[in-house]
């Protein structure tokens, strides 16, 4: 989705009146920079700098793209979009904070030189590609900053993100800003992010009861061991909390249904993650964010040239 094209349309007006006064390529000085740490936080984590690097590395006008702002901006003369088919970011220069550090307001995060009408071009899409990626990775810090160093920290936002590139980006910035893991599999194999899972509720719901379990059986984590019936252990040790005195027969009430589907989960023995609830499930180990981080309305951070 990052072409030529991603910026706004009154950028190319810019470009076009530069181009008329004949100081389009005038050296520009632009600082990227923002005003206010988002979520009322006292720090940002600055992101999303290989986007950028990326975006100019291939910044080029395909006849596509000329086509079509010629459809959209017919009052502009022909030789203008002779010079768009020209241009590229060979003539501008970056200089940026290292992506990952801590930075603050009204530092800049970057400076571009070039050609007052190519790096025009850039400021929209350049700030498109750093603002949601701090945002990201600034909330993932804290996330971590809060949990601590020892805890586990998951990402599952995938099916509640804005669209497939946004899931992308957050994926990849949680695990910047200091996650573990996630559960997106296309980031996992674009970016080397480990993977891990649990199940959804509509697996839970599928079994009816422990006569839904054909194999009882059980391996110990070494091999060495068999358990042949799990399945009974499960419902003695069921009966052993139930007659717990200090437990005052809280389990007694247990859902079969549930005990069921939890049990066939021993089809990964050695590698179980159970969905307890749909937002958050906290041991002393793991802390599952399966909720999105970046929900516009918690994203008040403006990062401008």
């Given amino acids: 989705m990052a072409t030529a094209l991603l910026t706004d349309q009154y950028q190319f007006s810019m470009a076009y009146a530069y181009w008329k006064a004949g100081k389009h390529a005038d050296r520009a000085v632009f600082d990227l920079y923002f005003r ?15 986007e950028c690097i990326k975006f100019i590395a291939n ?12 459809s959209v901006m017919p009052m502009c003369e022909d030789a203008f979009f002779d010079y768009l088919r020209k241009i590229d970011c060979s003539d501008v220069e ?9 930075v603050f307001p009204k530092v800049p995060l970057m400076r571009v030189e070039g ?34 160093k020892s805890k586990v920290l998951l990402e599952f936002g995938l099916r509640r993100a804005q669209g497939p590139d946004g899931a992308i980006s957050a994926s990849k910035y949680c695990f910047m800003g200091g996650f573990d893991a996630t559960s997106n599999v296309l980031a996992g194999n674009l970016f080397g ?29 070494d091999g060495s061991r068999v358990c042949k019936d799990f399945v ?56 599952l964010i399966n909720n999105n981080l970046t929900k516009s309305h918690i994203c008040p951070l403006s990062v401008t040239f």
Wanted: hydrophobic fraction near 45%; proline fraction near 5%.
């Fill in 36 to 50: 206010k740490n988002p979520f009322g936080g006292e720090f940002t984590v600055f992101a999303g700098l290989e």
């Fill in 59 to 70: 910044f080029k006008f395909t006849e596509h793209d000329i086509l079509f702002l010629q």
């Fill in 94 to 102: 970056v200089y940026s904070i290292p992506e990952g550090s801590v």
């Fill in 232 to 287: 009974s252990l499960v419902k003695e040790w069921l009966q052993r909390i139930h007659l717990a005195d200090s437990l005052c027969g809280v389990f007694g009430d247990t859902n079969q249904s549930e005990l069921a589907a939890f049990v066939s989960c021993m089809a990964f023995p050695s590698n179980f993650l159970a969905l307890v609830d749909n937002m958050m499930y906290g041991t002393s180990h793991v802390i």
């Fill in 115 to 148: 050609p007052v009408a190519v790096v025009q071009l850039l400021e929209t899409p350049f700030v498109n590609l750093i603002n949601y990626a701090s945002l990201v990775t600034t909330n993932a810090a804290r996330h971590r900053h809060v949990a601590g």
């Fill in 193 to 221: 992010i480990p993977l891990r899972g649990t199940h959804s509720h509509a697996y839970v719901s599928s079994y009816m009861s422990l006569d839904d379990i054909p194999d009882k059986a059980l391996m110990s984590k």
